[in-house]
């Protein structure tokens, strides 16, 4: 009864290829976000859903893209794969868009391109 | 342009004394400040936060101060135990460019030896 779920754990692949981590939430809430922490260990948001509408895309490539079916899912498509997306990848969710709502994390993806 | 830093990537205290993490921010228009804490291998976990009106919040051994002035806050354990051991991050809530977001520090490595 993970509050909020991330698969795969880890990945590992080769440049140039696409990938996707799923990301779910059980806790009813109404927004979602994806995080990258990178070799600096910033944790820096790269989206927000709200109800399944985009509401942050914080400069991101054009090579991720965000997949909303529902509100308790936010996916996360990567194509044409770059080292330097080797990273960890987090989701999370909140009630609202509220900056005193809490925000749950998942386990977080570890993303390493060879 | 780091808008939040965690200046002391690490921090060793004994069993029982006080733990005093710190975090300095530069955008005076953040209105929420939070404390998260994470494992290895886990995503972070909501600790404590503090709104920009107020100086102080407790909670149980946590207590986060905040000084608009010099844009600083600080967390403090006390009694730290060993399971208090785990990367700190601090972060700060604003409404920018249409969204609110979160912005977090680079984390502080809590070591509490027995």
């Known amino acids: 009864d993970t509050a909020v779920s991330q698969t795969p754990k880890y990945l590992v692949t080769q440049m140039g290829n696409d990938k996707s981590i799923k990301c779910e939430q059980n806790?009813?809430?109404?927004?979602m976000y994806w995080y990258k922490q990178d070799s600096k260990k910033f944790l820096k948001i790269m989206f927000s859903?709200?109800?399944?509408?985009?509401?942050i895309n914080e400069t991101v490539p054009n090579r991720f893209s965000p997949k909303s079916p529902d509100k308790a899912h936010l996916n996360l498509h990567i194509n044409s794969l770059e080292l330097g997306d080797s990273a960890v990848y987090f989701c999370?969710?909140?009630?609202?868009?509220?900056?005193?709502?809490?925000?749950?994390f998942g386990p977080g993806t570890r993303l390493t391109v060879l | 342009d780091q808008q939040v830093k965690q200046n002391s990537p690490s921090l060793s205290v004994q069993e029982g004394r006080i733990s005093i993490l710190n975090c300095d921010y530069t955008?005076?228009?953040?209105?929420?400040f939070l404390w998260y804490k994470k494992y290895p291998a886990e995503g972070p976990t909501f600790l404590i936060s503090?709104?920009?009106?107020?100086d102080k919040n407790e909670d149980g051994r946590f207590t986060v101060f905040l000084n608009k002035s010099a844009k600083h806050l600080s967390l403090h354990i006390v009694p730290s135990q060993p399971g208090d051991s785990a990367v700190y991050f601090c972060?700060?809530?604003?409404?920018?460019?249409?969204?609110?977001?979160?912005?977090f520090g680079q984390g502080t490595r809590l070591t509490i030896n027995p």
């Open positions: 972060a700060a809530s604003g409404f920018f460019q249409g969204a609110q977001k979160l912005v």
């Open positions: 955008n005076s228009m953040f209105d929420y």
């Open positions: 999370a969710s909140s009630q609202d868009l509220d900056g005193a709502d809490t925000q749950y």
């Open positions: 806790l009813g809430h109404d927004t």
């Open positions: 503090i709104s920009s009106i107020k």
């Open positions: 859903y709200n109800n399944k509408e985009l509401i």
